[in-house]
Nanobody
Framework: VPLAESGGGSVQAGGSLRLSCAAS????????LGWFRQAPGNEREGVAF???????NYADSVKGRFTISKDNAKKTLYLQMNSLKIEDTAKYYC????????????????WGQGTQVTVST
């Protein structure tokens, strides 16, 4: 499996979770990796990405609360989620992103099975 997410769960609003994504050698070497989420009845929403130079980008809805990072030795992508809100409830997917020129885009070419995050009051 090229991408395998873990770390989801149920948490109260204001709490934190850290999602992990173990990637295959081939997938981890991709220049752009990121996370997107999808709630039932909603469209897919790009959450964050990180490129090969360590540049990060976040959706406005999570900026200042979520942090994307990666561990090259472990070939693992992370999403630290703090100050979680009810509207963060969704299934979260790690993904390989398409590259245009030398820039990452929020277009996904491969993704994992997802991990559910549920935030409650």
């Amino acid at each position: 499996v090229p991408l395998a997410e873990s770390g989801g769960g149920s948490v109260q609003a204001g709490g934190s979770l850290r999602l992990s994504c173990a990637a295959s050698e081939n997938t981890y070497s991709s220049y752009c990796l990121g996370w997107f989420r999808q709630a039932p009845g909603n469209e897919r929403e790009g959450v964050a990405f990180i490129d090969g130079d360590g540049y990060t980008n976040y959706a406005d809805s999570v900026k200042g609360r979520f942090t994307i990072s990666k561990d090259n030795a472990k070939k693992t992508l992370y999403l630290q989620m703090n100050s979680l809100k009810i509207e963060d409830t969704a299934k979260y997917y790690c993904a390989k992103l398409a590259v245009v020129g030398s820039s990452c885009t929020y277009e996904y070419t491969n993704w994992g099975q997802g991990t559910q995050v549920t935030v409650s009051t």
